[in-house]
């Protein structure tokens, strides 16, 4: 079967920290939604007199959010239909709480549910301080936005989202990811993904 691999997260967790130890353990398709759009958001927020960094404003949840997600996705189906294992990185809010949309993706794929395996590793911290911590570590400009208006932000912030796709519970890992990303956690993960069933802390 291929791999259709999820991590989903709010900031600063470390889902592409985590998604490039497992690659380096199995072959996939590596689309992080940033690295898709990102260049593209940039240009047409500051085309627009508005903060680059600014995710959060009505103009970029109205015009740019859904453009972002959706030319990701349509990348991953093409890989999907290539015989591709595929990992996504990105928050995915409303697309894991949209039922339809995981069988819209395997559907275009000319694929179906037998033959792709979808799991959902949602990256967790123990807290939001760690969390900050790594967001001022990684030293990214799109973060500025996020740090300058803390306050709010972290109000905001649910670590596990909710996930209403028709998967098992056991295609669904909570990774605490706040200590050391070790070899032995990886290796975990690892066994997830194959599909045994897996515990980490």
Known sequence: MLKLVFFVGVAGTGKTTVARGLAERMQ???LDRDT???RFVEKMLE????DVNDRDSDFYKKHLRDLEYD???DICIENLAAGQNVFMISPFTAELKNKAWIEEVISAAGLTKQE???KVIAVTLSDMETQRKRIIDRQTE???YKLEHWDDFKQRVQFVPDINWDISSTSILVFDNSGELT???INSVYQFVNGSDSSVS
Do not use: I, P, Y
């Open 28 to 30: 996939a398709t590596f």
């Open 36 to 38: 898709v759009g990102g």
């Open 47 to 50: 085309m627009n007199g508005l």
């Open 71 to 73: 030319t990701t996705k």
């Open 116 to 118: 792709v395996d979808v």
């Open 142 to 144: 799109r973060d500025t």
């Open 183 to 185: 070899e032995e956690k």
